[in-house]
C-alpha cells in the first residue's frame, strides 16, 4: 500500500497534479470534486454567449483518468478537514484519511459584501451559470421584441457588465457581436444594433494588469463593437432593474437595464476559509489561504494548497494573478514535491513562468501580451485560438469546438444560443407583465 | 395587409407549416413558441444518454425563419383562445388576432393519472427533462460506486425503463452500452456491467406497433446489450425507490431502483384541451384534438389541429400515430389548405403517406419496418442514421452530430456525460447519506 495522497478540486490544478502522480505505483491517489468533470473555464464566456455547448469545454474526470489505475475519482463534497487526524469529512458522512494533501478547490464569485447582488448579476464560474447568463442575453432581446414602452424597451436592450479584466471584456466582446451580426435580421421591432452595451471597471482603464497600450487597444476594439467602457467607477447597488455607479468624485448614475453580468471579483473557494479556519491561520486578501514558495501553509508541510483559492508571492513580493497557467504550473510541481518528500528529499522553491497574458475582444480581435513581445488584433487572436484548443481535454471537444468556431466565422452564426433552464419562460412572461404599464 | 396566420408550436408540425406559408406575401405569419429553438425530439435520448448535448439536437427558430420576412416569431405562452372573436390570450397579457390558426402544440408525459410519479420516473419530452435524466443515470453509477451496503449499491446499480416503445426501447439499449461499454474501467468499486436494466411494458411484445419478427429481433438485441425486457405487466405505483409492476394474473412484484425512467406515455398538451373546452368538443383518446380528413376540429375550417395533438383517422378509421411523420406531412398540408382556401377553393382530404418505421437499439443495431420490407440490425442502423441526419435542420448541427457519432461509434466515449442541472450533487449526497444503514 503506498501513502495516500487525496486532491481536492479537478480543475486545472488538481487535474494536472493527478495526471502527474497517476502514473506513479507508490501512491494511492483519491480525486474529489462536486462534479463529474473538468471544466475548461476560459472557454466558459463562449457557452454564457452561446458559442459553444457545456459538453465541449467540459470532459469528464473518470475518462481523463480512467487509465490511472492507481487513482480513483469521488464524486462528493468535503465538508471539514481534521488536519491533526490527517483526516477529511465528507457532507455524506464518510470520512477520507490522507498522508498528503493536494487543495485546490478554486474561486467563486465575490461581490464585496453584497450577496443579495448575486441574484442579479450573476457570475460566470459553472456550467449552471453559463447557460443562465446565455438565458438572461437571449431572453431580454425577446422580452425587448414584445415590449412597447420605450423606457422598458430600452432597459431590456441595455447590458452591463461589471469589470474590465478578460472575463469582462470576453463577455462584452460577444455581447457586440451578437447584437452586430448574430441576431442581425431575426427580430420585427428590434434592432438588435441598438443594444447598449456597458463594460464599467473601478481602475482607470480596461485589463488594468495589461500594458496601458493593449488596454487603449482593446477599448478601441470594444468601440467597433458598439461597446461603451465605463471607468474610474465603483458600483453601489445592483437590482432587478440596474445599476448605479459612483465616480471618484461622489456623482452617482443610474442605468437602467434588465441584464447585468458580473466579472468583478472571486474569492477563494469556501473549503479554504474552513481549512485556514482549521489551521489557526488567517486569509489572506481575497479569501485565499497564504502559503510559502512550496506551496504549503505555514506548519503543514504535507498540505499543498494551489490555484486560486492559494495566495503565494513571487520572489519580489507580488501576489500570483488567480489565472488557469499559475494553477497548470503548481499542480504538477505539488505532485513532484509529494514524491520528492516521500523519498525524503526535500524539493526546490516553486517558480512561476509567467509566458504572458492574452484578452480575446472578438473575431479576429484580441491583445497578448508576451515576455517581450505585444501582439493585438488578428496575430494575438491566432495565438488565443490556438492555445486554447490545444489545452481544450480531448480530441472530440477540440475538433467540435475548432468546427463551431469556423462555422461562426463564416457565418456570424452561434448554434448554442438555447433558451434553457431555470427561469421558466412562463416565470419571465409574468414578470415582464408586471413591468408593462397598464397590465 | 395580407390575412394573419398564427402558428402555435415550432416543433415539427408548426415549423413545417410555416416553411410552407414563408415564402407567401399574400399571408402574415405568426409562429409562437415558449421555447426559443426548434427542438428535434427523435435524437433527444441521446442528449439524455451523454452522446449529444443539447445545442446539437436544437435550431434557434429566428435563425431558421429569419429570411421569411412575412413571419414574426413570439417567445410565449399562450393561456387561452376566443373561437368567436378569433384571437388568442398570452400569459403576459397580450391578445394575438388571427384568421387561421394551425395548433402544433405537441404532447407532454402521461402518466395515467398518477401524477405523482413525474418525481420519481421523468419523462423525455424537453431538453431540461434529458439533462435531468442524464444526471440521474451518471449519479446512480457514482453513488454506486461510494455505496457499501449491497441491497443499496444494487438499487443504484438498477435501471427501470417504463415503457418498451421506440423512446423505450432507445434508451434502454443506450443504457446497455453505457454499462458495457463507456463506463468500462472508470469506476474502481463498481462494475459497469453489473447494472441491471429492466424494460418493462404493458403489451405482451416490445415494439407492439411493429411486425412481430421486428419485436423478437430488438428484444434479442437488448439481451445482448444486458437489457431484459418484462412484458405483460402494469406499473402499480412508482416512488424513489422503485416500482411495483403487477401481472395479467395479478401477481405483484417490488423491483427495488433508484432510477426510474418513463417512456410509457404521452397525452396532448395542455392547450389541446383549453382549445377542445373553448371549442365544445370532447377530447379524443390520449387528451388528442379530434379532427376531420381537414386536420379542423368539427365546425371551425379556420382552425387546423397538426401533430400529436391531434386525433385524425385514416380511411379505415385507425388513429394516427403519434410520430414526426405525420406532423411533418400535416404541417406544409395544413400551410396549403389555408392558402386554397384564402383562394376560395376547397383542398383535398389529407392522406397520410406512411413511409415505415424504426427504432434503434444500439451501434450498428436497429429494426425498420418499411413498405414491403423489413430490416434488422446494421442495414436498418445505416437507414436510421442517414434518415436522422437528414431531417435535422441545420448543416452545422449535422456536421457535429456525425462526428459525435463517429467518435462514439470508435471509443464508445460518450463526451456529454456531464452531470449537471438542479439536483446539486450535495443535494443527492444527502439523499444517498439518509439512504445509508447508520448515517
Known amino acids: 500500500m503506498g501513502q495516500r495522497v487525496i486532491i481536492l478540486g479537478g480543475g486545472f490544478g488538481g ?7 497517476g502514473t506513479r505505483e507508490d501512491v494511492e491517489v483519491t480525486l474529489i470534486d462536486r462534479r463529474n468533470f473538468h471544466l475548461f473555464q476560459p472557454l466558459l464566456y463562449q457557452v454564457a454567449t452561446g458559442e459553444l455547448s457545456p459538453a465541449d469545454v467540459a470532459f469528464p474526470l473518470r475518462a481523463i483518468l480512467s487509465n490511472r489505475k492507481n487513482t480513483r475519482v469521488i464524486l462528493g463534497e468535503v465538508s471539514d478537514i481534521d488536519p491533526v487526524k490527517k483526516e477529511l469529512l465528507l457532507a455524506d458522512g464518510a470520512s477520507e484519511p490522507y498522508d498528503w494533501l493536494i487543495v485546490s478547490t478554486g474561486a467563486r464569485n465575490h461581490y464585496f ?21 446565455r438565458h438572461r442575453i437571449l431572453y431580454a432581446f425577446e422580452a425587448a421584441e414584445r415590449e412597447m414602452d420605450p423606457e422598458e424597451h430600452r432597459a431590456w436592450l441595455t447590458f452591463v457588465v461589471v469589470g474590465g479584466g478578460p472575463t469582462g471584456v470576453e463577455l462584452a466582446g460577444a455581447l457586440g457581436e451578437i447584437a452586430n451580426d448574430t441576431l442581425k435580421g431575426d427580430f420585427r421591432h428590434v434592432n438588435p444594433k441598438d443594444a447598449r452595451i456597458l463594460l464599467v471597471d473601478a481602475a482607470d482603464r480596461l485589463l488594468s494588469p495589461f500594458q496601458p497600450s493593449l488596454s487603449a487597444a482593446a477599448e478601441q476594439a470594444l468601440i467597433d463593437l458598439g461597446v461603451r467602457s465605463i471607468v474610474n467607477v465603483m458600483v453601489t447597488s445592483v437590482d432587478e432593474n ?15 437595464a434588465h441584464t447585468v453580468l458580473w466579472a468583478a471579483g472571486v474569492a477563494g473557494s469556501a473549503f479554504g476559509a474552513k481549512l485556514a479556519d482549521r489551521l489557526g491561520i488567517a486569509l489572506q486578501r481575497g479569501g485565499r489561504v497564504p502559503v510559502d514558495d512550496h506551496c504549503n501553509p505555514a506548519g503543514h508541510p504535507e498540505i499543498f494548497v494551489i490555484g486560486d483559492v492559494a495566495y503565494q508571492t513571487d520572489a519580489k513580493g507580488n501576489a500570483l494573478p488567480g489565472v ?41 480581435s484580441a491583445v497578448a501580451q508576451l515576455p517581450g513581445l505585444n501582439l493585438t488584433g488578428l496575430l494575438a487572436w491566432l495565438a488565443w485560438l490556438f492555445i486554447h484548443l490545444m489545452f481544450l481535454v480531448g480530441f472530440q471537444n477540440r475538433l467540435i469546438v475548432f468546427i463551431r468556431w469556423a462555422f461562426n466565422y463564416f457565418t456570424y452564426n452561434r448554434g448554442a444560443r438555447l433558451i434553457t433552464g431555470d427561469i421558466s419562460p412562463a416565470e419571465r412572461d409574468r414578470k415582464l407583465a408586471r413591468n408593462q404599464p397598464g397590465v
Open 15 to 21: 487535474l494536472y497534479a493527478a495526471r502527474t502522480l
Open 324 to 364: 488557469a497557467p499559475v494553477a497548470m504550473q503548481q499542480g504538477p510541481w505539488a505532485a513532484k514535491a509529494i514524491l520528492s518528500r516521500i523519498a525524503g528529499q526535500e524539493p526546490k522553491a516553486f517558480r512561476y513562468f509567467d509566458k504572458g497574458s492574452l484578452a480575446v475582444i472578438g473575431r479576429a
Open 242 to 256: 440596474g445599476v448605479t455607479l459612483k465616480s471618484a468624485d461622489g456623482t452617482e448614475q443610474r442605468i437602467h
Open 113 to 133: 459584501g453584497h450577496d443579495a447582488w448575486a441574484e442579479h448579476a450573476p457570475g460566470l464560474k459553472s456550467l449552471e451559470e453559463a447557460t443562465n447568463i
